[in-house]
């Protein structure tokens, strides 16, 4: 399926019109409209332990971690995990009050959800579109990759849709975040739990 501006206002006149049940949400992502539910316990231990960690090392800053709010780029929109942004986004947050527009997120962590399916979106689509909007920073906790992996993508290519700074580590070993308000932060043990076997 292309986009253009005829098909792109349509997903995003028709995302705004759903109305879904407690535990599902929608997201515009590569010009389809995509609706998953909320993550497992497990995801959800992940996600909280990060911001919980996130919120002192960024204190006086002038950025927040956010969770539960979209990220708009154009008539896409994203509801990722978890996000860093300005801790007053005043002009960041859309005309229509809907989220935050994207040029503003320094970074975003999407913990993959379970099956091919959850892993394809985070991994492969997501990828491109965080890429694409220029997210400087994407981090993907894989849980259900065998023995747990963490990704830290920098240097985003717009034009490309690619990241060209990547760092892939297993559960046990810290990564640190290259650059931004997050810059130096570690993730490891504390955020995704102890190594795990062979």
Known sequence: MTSGPDLDELLW????????PDGLRAEIIEGFIEVSPTGRFAHGQITNRL???LVPFLAGSGYVARQDMHVVHERK???PDCFIAPENPGEHVTDDGVGIRASAVQLIV???SPGREGAERDQ?????AYAGAG??????????DGHGTVTVLAAPRPGEAVYTDVHRVA?????VIPEGPAKGFVIGEAITGPARGA
Do not use: C, N, T
């Open 110 to 112: 999407e913990v993959v």
């Open 135 to 144: 997210i400087p920073v994407y981090v993907l906790i894989d849980d259900d």
């Open 51 to 53: 911001r919980d960690e």
């Open 77 to 79: 929109v994203w509801f």
């Open 171 to 175: 559960y046990g070993i810290d990564v």
């Open 13 to 20: 006149q028709a995302w705004k019109a759903m109305e879904l």
């Open 124 to 128: 492969e689509r997501k990828h491109r």
